[in-house]
Every structure is written in C-alpha cells, then in structure tokens.
C-alpha cells in the first residue's frame, strides 16, 4: 500500500503499519518541530468533524502531503480522546466513517471487499454480492430506513443480495461503530499539555451546545415540562444515539402534536452527529401528515413502555391517572399544588 492509499484509509492495518515502518515515535508527533503541520491537520481534522460532520479532502499533490495527511489521524484520536466527550467522540465517528464511504464509492469491487473483511464482514462476490442474513442484520441494525428491513430484501441461501453502494454503507455503519469503541484512548500529561488550547476550544463548543439543549425552551415548547422519556429520546437523538423507529416516531408525534411545524422539529434534530436533513425530512413530514395525509398523535404510556421506550420515569409519572406523555407536559405546567 503507497502512502497516498494508506493516508485515504488511516484505519486500516496496513495503513498502521505504514506509520509504524515511518519511524515517527508518539513524543516527535506530539512535540517535533517537524510535525508541527501534522498537529495542524490534526486539529483541522476534528474541526471538520464538529463543523461539517465529515472531514475534508487535503491536498496530496506529493509523498510528503500524502505522510502528514495520515500523520494528522492519530493526531485527531489523540484530541478527541482528551476532550473525552461522547458527543464529540460520535460525531467524529461519524464523520470519519462519511469520508471513507465517499472514497470507497470509487474503488474496485475487490478493495471494498477487503476493507469489508478487515472490519469483520464476510462478502461473497461469485456474481452477486452477497453476505450473510445475521451479518447483514446485525451491521444494517442502525438503518432507519423501511428499505433496509430484512423483509424487503433479495434472500438466496440465507445469504441478502446487497449493491456496491449497499455494501459500501454498511461498511461506513462498521467503521462508525468501530471508530467509536475505540475512543477515547488514554492520554498523557504530554499530550493534554500540548493540545490544551485546542481541547479547551473544542470543550467550550460542546458546552455550550448542552448549555443551549438544556436551558432553552424549543419556540414555544418548554423542554423543562417534557416527561422524562421524551427528555431521553430527545438527548439521544442529539448525540447521535442509535434511536428506534419508535422512538423517533413518538418524538416527532408528541412534539408536533405540541404545536411545532416540520421546519421547527427537523431544526430541533439538527445537532444530532448523524443528521441527515433530506431523510429526516421525509419522515418528519410523514408524521405530521403533510405527505402521508394522516397527522399521528403521540402514543400513550402503556405503548410506550411495550416498546421499551418508557425511560427513567419519575414519581409524577407513577400516579395512577398519569397514562400519556401529553398529560405529563400539561401538568408539570400547572402549580404543584393542582397536580393530586
């Protein structure tokens, strides 16, 4: 592998091997002179991640470029390991798993199919692409899509027929799980020292942002009156936390039902690391009934906790009339005296 494939793909072996055999020691990337550049790429690399949600193309007009561009990945682990927050550590999953699916798009059947068995996924290519119907479950399970139900796929021999674009997705949903079990990784004084400026710029933003989610009110939703399971499906949605179906769908529901338009709640589910507007969109859209012509109301508590989506619940919701998640909202807006 030449360096300018190792530094396209930084998480693979031979990409690890490549900054082995370079003779680079972790004092003289965190510390040398000559990798000051590095330390920048590294930075910008986690910049990206947290403004864009997917790093950006650098340039590798030369062998050189090509170094510092992998050089510049353990240096990004490095700082979100010492930020050490789980919302930074998703969404730079995320985004490093974005990259990866946009380039192996371009590649040979061949390589994705190596990259896909490095990763622990079993692919047979002898004319179709086929994998596996468990792999294929347990890897697709963060899919929200109704198309990526097992039902709706084509099933030979046990095995799911899958594209090369499939298949490519399903690696990015690998490589984000696998990147995010990885982090954080332990950090020494040397490294909190050297990227201290950094990782307090870096902190101050995800600060901010839970400051903002946790005090403001949602237009004219005060978030303080949510019951505690749409405060918990809300902050997970938020950090890019794998959500069912039914969760997202009594979310979406009871925040509607709230009087908050498509635009209000797709803006609500912005932050989330893995947001994806046109998608999130659509299903917004399908909730509130502006494309499915039927306006769905959240589901009561009994169904809630059927679908295992009744979370943390509080002394409030123990009282014997309290059934529905609207109820919970209207009387925590009431004087504590009226609520018996």
């Not at 974005?98 to 996924?121: N, P, S, Y």
């Not at 997705?169 to 982090?183: G, V």
């Amino acid at each position: 592998m030449d360096v300018k494939l190792a530094a396209k793909y930084p998480f693979l072996k031979e990409s690890g091997r490549h900054l082995k055999d370079s003779g680079v020691s972790l004092d003289g990337l965190v510390n040398g002179v000559a990798y000051e550049r590095a330390r920048f790429l590294g930075k910008e690399r986690v910049m990206e991640a947290v403004n864009d949600g997917m790093i950006d193309d650098h340039p590798m007009a030369s062998a050189i470029d090509a170094s510092l561009e992998l050089l510049s990945y353990p240096v990004a682990r490095m700082i979100v390991s010492a930020v050490a927050d789980p919302m930074l550590v998703k969404r730079y999953a995320i985004a490093e798993a974005k990259k990866a699916d946009e380039r192996l798009r371009k590649e040979d059947l061949a390589f994705i199919k190596d990259v896909a068995t490095e990763l622990g996924l079993e692919v047979a290519t002898d004319g179709d692409i086929s994998l596996h119907f468990t792999d294929f479950l347990r890897f697709s399970a963060a899919m929200r899509s109704k198309d990526w139900k097992l039902v709706n796929q084509r099933v030979k021999d046990g095995k799911v027929i899958v594209t090369k674009q499939r298949l490519v997705r399903l690696i990015q949903q690998m490589l984000t799980d696998k990147i995010t079990s990885e982090l954080p990784l332990p950090v020494d004084d040397d490294i909190l020292r050297t990227f201290a400026q950094d990782i307090g710029e870096i902190r101050g933003i995800y600060e901010q942002l839970r400051a903002e989610q946790k005090s403001r009110d949602i237009g004219k939703v005060s978030i303080e009156r949510f019951p505690p399971c749409m405060k918990k499906l809300l902050g997970m949605i938020q950090a890019g936390e794998n959500v069912p179906h039914s969760g997202r769908f009594a979310l979406v529901a009871f925040l509607h039902t709230l009087g908050m338009n498509s635009d209000e709640v797709l803006s609500t589910f912005s932050t989330a690391p893995d947001f994806d507007e046109s998608k999130s969109r659509y299903q917004i859209q399908h909730i509130t009934g502006e494309i499915s012509g039927t306006e769905y109301t959240p589901p009561e508590c009994s169904t809630m906790k059927s679908y295992g989506i009744c979370h943390e619940p509080d002394s409030l919701c123990g009282l014997e009339w309290m059934t529905h998640p609207l109820t919970y909202y209207k009387v925590k807006g009431q004087p504590r005296r009226s609520r018996k």
